[in-house]
């Protein structure tokens, strides 16, 4: 598989109210801000064995504003005996900030909430590198138990800052986390009650 995609943002000034008619200082977008992103992405499935698939990708991108990036991805699915299947991947991601993440005022005073969210034009664009393992078992037709776990590690991620007043408002911003890592492992079950139902469950550990 292989494909191109290609995005032309404008940021233009507009102001809007509750109803979206024009008012004040409600919803403010900085003018005349640009960005350009191009993608390539390549994609391929191999099968050299019957219980061998190989899923192998790369993704290019090229940010107008945050310079070149490629992501590369490959998941392996082992099938060695009929009720017994292995899974492992390992990506490569990139997310550049939004114009909003960068630029957009939301101001909440006019509802009475002293409150003002601002975006940060001094953001930076967030990359993470994810791996993920699971086992999964087929006791029996129908029926599944799975185990997996996983390690996303993050560069400068994007998140929301903590409200800090200033003017008599508090303000919320976006920020750069200069290093977060995630990680977890999750277990879950299928068991067939019957032809109609079934019961599912699971249970998630970070």
Do not use: C, M
């Not at 994609?43 to 504003?65: C, F, I, K, M, N």
């Amino acid at each position: 598989t292989f494909g191109h995609e290609w995005l032309d943002l404008v940021r233009r000034q507009s102001s809007t109210d509750r109803d979206g008619a024009p008012l004040s200082l409600r919803v403010r977008e900085v003018a005349g801000e640009r960005v350009h992103t191009e993608e390539l992405f390549l994609q391929d499935e191999l099968t050299p064995w019957s219980w061998l698939t190989v899923v192998a990708g790369l993704r290019y991108t090229h940010h107008a504003g945050f310079g070149h990036h490629v992501s590369p991805k490959l998941s392996v699915l082992v099938d060695p005996l009929p009720w017994l299947r292995l899974r492992a991947s390992y990506g490569e991601g990139f997310r550049a900030p939004t114009l909003k993440n960068r630029y957009l005022v939301f101001d909440h005073s006019e509802l009475g909430v002293p409150l003002v969210i601002r975006g940060n034009p001094d953001l930076e664009a967030e990359s993470v590198h994810d791996l993920r393992v699971s086992v999964e078992v087929r006791p029996y037709r129908r029926a599944l138990v799975h185990l997996g776990g996983f390690l996303s590690d993050y560069r400068n991620l994007i998140e929301e800052s903590l409200p800090r007043l200033v003017d008599d408002q508090f303000e919320v911003t976006r920020v750069n986390v200069g290093r977060a890592r995630l990680a977890g492992v999750e277990a879950g079950f299928r068991l067939p009650l019957g032809r109609w139902f079934r019961l599912d469950g699971g249970y998630l550990w970070l």
